[in-house]
């Protein structure tokens, strides 16, 4: 093929994919654009039916596009069969004989198409995802081995990765190793705090899409919004012990990274990649390599565009799912788009404009904000109304806690119990099948957790509605059994003050079910009674 062949060739196919995409058609019936049939005006398609001129590349990314538009999806093509591997704005340069800075834009021009393809993908993942588990509804057991359940079956997985973290110099040797990956991409407070690293948020399926997210900080405001707009909660989601703020997925399972080996050779446990029960975060953990692989070619990146080159390669991992999409950039022949519907026609932001596309840092006060997790339950006036007296009691008394704090030692002592109580309710909420009645030695058994550390949080729950408990006593020992009547939990305050602890307690014991248990006595009273 000559090179005047192979432009012709490319060109058509760039025409191809925008009139495709962004839904480029006359409005007259049964008609087709033709292309290359104005002259000197290649971005421009004849009707076939009413001679109509329509502009291919308006309203598109490569509107006032100068270049030959062969170079688009030649580059695109490119990048698709070099991946893993990415195509970097200097290679396009020496590709197609251009100075830097046209590269750059064209480039970027490419990854605002990738970008809108990407999010188009994104929402068919959750749709399908959300009609399977409507349709074979999942609910894994909480413990025992899970890798006969979900043979077959999408599983999520979520993980959080650093890339090109700040030097130790400009950040008072805080490294990732150290000091958890958030602190490793800002710069020292004294040097203004500016963000230099990047975080990423992954969230994907095995043998199936994966997408990222740039985000601030590692807390459970970004993640949990993540997770909530990509993975419907009736998927099994794995993930690391760094998601235990999830309490609403029922198939949420965790591994624990740092487990300890009992082999006193041995410093950890080859059971905190994969736990015997098949639980597993590995298809993050390799995406995450791939993503720190490709990026090395970039040798650095700025936050603002981060997410813009994060949603490229994301796209050109997740091409392979899509076979319409696939057939469309790649094929040689004019193919449609098959079941789905890949159309980008509602893009109206001008390209020159790519505010849309920013990632917006935090400043140091707004990290200091953030940093100060305050545990305040987001709920409107309708729905507090809704709730129980006794809970509503609890819910505004926690919110005036955490909006009003004190400054005192007990104040920060009192803040880190419950921080450490909200937590241990969570993990205990999550582990309670709704409606239906769970024994306290099977919660022991399943948390780990101790029998006074246990009731301290159930006796809470009892007393503000959110559970029913009965109590049975037996010769050696009181049997406790708990029904969940809420499916939410909200976040309360748990530490008590004297005159509290007591009125409390009223409560706790006059809601409380009393069973008998009386033994049959054979052979006349025994020494010590029943």
Known sequence: MTHSELNRHYKIKSLTILAKLFNKNCDCNESSLLFLKVKNRDTVGRCSNCQKQISITSKTPFDNFKLPLSYFSYILHDQILQYPKVVTSTEISRKLNLPYKTAYYLKRRIQVVTSLLNETLQKQLYNELEEYGNKNPIKLPKSG?????????????????????????????????FKTGTSSIYLSNNLGGEQKGILVHTVGVNHGMTFYKSIPLNNQS?????????????????????????????????????????????????????????????????RNNTLKQSFRSYHYISPKWSQLYLDEIS??????????????????????????????????????????????????????????????????????????????????????????????NWDNAKRRNEHKSNLIARKLWVLLEHRKWT????????????????????????????????????????????????????????????????????????????????????????????
Request: aromatic share 10%; glycine share 4%.
């Open 439 to 530: 024994s306290l030695e099977e919660l022991i058994k399943i948390s780990g957790y101790n029998r006074l550390e246990i009731l301290f949080i159930l006796k809470r729950w009892l007393a503000v509605g959110l559970i029913d408990m009965s109590r049975t006593n037996t010769r050696y020992i009181q049997l406790y059994r708990i029904y969940k009547k809420n499916w939410n939990l909200y976040y309360l305050v748990y530490s008590e003050r004297q005159v509290e602890l007591r009125e409390n307690w009223k409560i706790y014991n006059k809601k409380l079910k009393l069973k008998s248990n009386r033994s049959k006595i054979v052979g006349g009273v025994r020494k010590y009674g029943n």
């Open 145 to 177: 081995d899970l890798r006969s359940l979900i043979a077959n079956k999408p599983v999520a997985v979520a993980d959080s990765v650093v890339l090109y973290s700040s030097s130790l110099r400009a950040n008072k040797h805080r490294s990732r190793r």
């Open 222 to 286: 970004y993640l949990l919004n993540d997770l909530e707009n990509k993975i419907p909660k009736s998927i099994p989601l794995f993930t690391d012990e760094g998601y235990t703020f999830i309490w609403d997925r029922p198939n949420h399972r965790m591994v624990n990274h740092s487990k300890k080996s009992n082999d006193h050779r041995y410093n950890l446990s080859r059971e905190r990649w994969i736990t015997k029960d098949g639980v597993t975060s590995n298809g993050a953990e390799a």
């Open 315 to 408: 796209f050109l991992g997740n091409l392979r799912y899509s076979e319409g999409l696939k057939k469309l950039l790649l094929d040689d022949t004019d193919v449609g788009l098959g079941d789905r519907d890949y159309s980008l026609a509602n893009y109206n932001t001008c390209t020159q404009n790519l505010k849309f596309f920013h990632y917006k840092p935090l400043t140091l006060e707004e990290r200091r904000l953030e940093g100060s997790t305050n545990l305040i339950n987001s709920l409107d006036e309708e729905t507090l109304n809704k709730l129980p007296k006794s809970l509503r009691h609890a819910i505004e008394k926690n919110n005036h806690f955490w909006k009003n704090p004190g400054k005192t």
